[in-house]
């Protein structure tokens, strides 16, 4: 493995990302569950529902970035915020590929594919540049009700807040 | 006799309300026009989501909307039970919060979702999200226990549940019409989350 300005690992396009490794995905602040007083208490499994349009779900591969977790964390949504204006009460799902792989298989005996998707984006200021860490997660069954809300609350569940990631 | 009838209907007092939401006076204004002239607006409101408006304007439109919608059912829900779902309402549909490619709380979807609250008459206030096509969503998490309810166009819910029974995790999907969601929800308590905590 070679460290390369901060990245630690680099994938070719379509490689499977590592079962021990992590994926990050932006929530929008409509998709995050709240409580009756709008206090952020999880994701929906809307979050994880295809666009019309979509072929995959977008996600960033946490590894990427070099060590520790944290660091890693705050390295993706930075890259996230590259292309992107998050809003700021919205957040981040991270789970574990093959946890997020293992519950459509138990569950609904689907394989899905987590694999590098490197991307060509443009900065919030129309300067291209290539997302090396974005991964493509394909065959989510987008109408599959059930199963989005397990991956919302268990595998692909574990939430971190937008604003609580500094600039 | 339109006139006979406009001149004998009683305006609605506003000072019966607290003060509820950022638009509730414009609301209040609203709501004491004539019905024509209310059915007339929304007409306009509706004609506005297919326009190219802002995402702004959009927003302010479909807001003003849902809550037109919820003071019409009043009589059915508390003045505090209100207040509160409009301040959800404000932060659902703030534009700080709103992705521009997601499509903001449709009429049909709104009026489900006020039909099911009327019908379930839950005690606590759902969390509310929505989906990207507008549908909103009505969730009530009690610790891991959880239901989640996207209020489809003409009385129609797709739900999800999870929840601990006897000790053991169910889980279960669906979708039906409002009239059969109470009977499809019964076998799980669902006391776990429409009553409020003691």
């Known amino acids: ?167 | 006799m339109y006139l006979k009838l406009a001149s004998t209907s009683q305006p609605v007092n506003t000072s019966f309300y607290p003060d509820t939401g950022k638009d509730f006076h414009q609301i209040s204004t609203i709501k004491n026009k004539r019905p024509q002239e209310l059915s007339q607006l929304s007409g306009i409101v509706k004609k506005s989501h297919e326009n190219t408006y802002t995402i702004e304007e959009r927003l302010y439109d479909a807001l003003a909307l849902c809550k037109i919608k919820t003071s019409s059912v009043a009589m059915h829900i508390t003045n505090e039970w209100r207040s509160r779902f409009f301040s959800q309402l404000d932060n659902l549909m703030d534009v700080e919060n709103w992705e521009e490619d997601d499509k903001p709380i449709t009429e049909s979807s709104f009026t489900t979702l006020l039909r099911m609250i009327i019908y379930i008459k839950p005690a606590r206030r759902p969390g509310i999200g929505s989906t990207s096509k507008g549908n909103i969503i009505a969730s009530w998490t009690k610790d891991t226990d959880r239901l989640t309810i996207e209020c489809l166009p003409d009385d129609r819910v797709r739900w999800v549940l999870s929840c601990i029974t006897d000790g053991v995790r169910e889980t279960a999907a669906g979708e039906v019409t409002l009239t059969r969601l109470q009977k499809v929800l019964s076998p799980y308590d669902t006391d776990r989350w429409f009553a409020n905590e003691a």
């Not at chain 1, 499977?16 to 994701?43: A, F, M, Q, V």
Request: net charge neutral.
């Open chain 1, 1 to 167: 493995m070679t460290q390369i300005d901060g990245l630690l690992m680099k994938l070719r396009k379509n490689s499977p990302i590592p079962d021990n490794n992590h994926i990050i995905r932006y929530i929008s602040p409509n998709k995050l569950r709240k409580d009756e007083n709008d206090n952020i208490i999880g994701i929906l499994g809307e979050a994880f529902k295809l666009r019309d349009g979509e072929a995959s779900l977008s996600a960033n591969h946490l590894e990427h970035f070099s060590e520790p977790h944290n660091e890693q964390i705050t390295h993706a949504v930075k890259e996230f915020r590259k292309h992107f204006n998050a809003k700021p009460n919205a957040g981040f799902a991270i789970g574990q590929v093959c946890d997020i792989k293992q519950t459509c298989l138990t569950e609904r005996n689907i394989k899905i594919y987590i694999v590098s998707s490197p991307t060509k984006k443009y900065d919030l200021e129309g300067n291209p540049y290539k997302n090396e860490s974005h991964v493509d997660v394909k065959s989510i069954p987008s109408d599959d009700t059930g199963l989005l809300d397990l991956l919302a609350n268990e595998a692909w569940g574990h939430l971190v807040l937008n604003k609580a990631i500094p600039i």
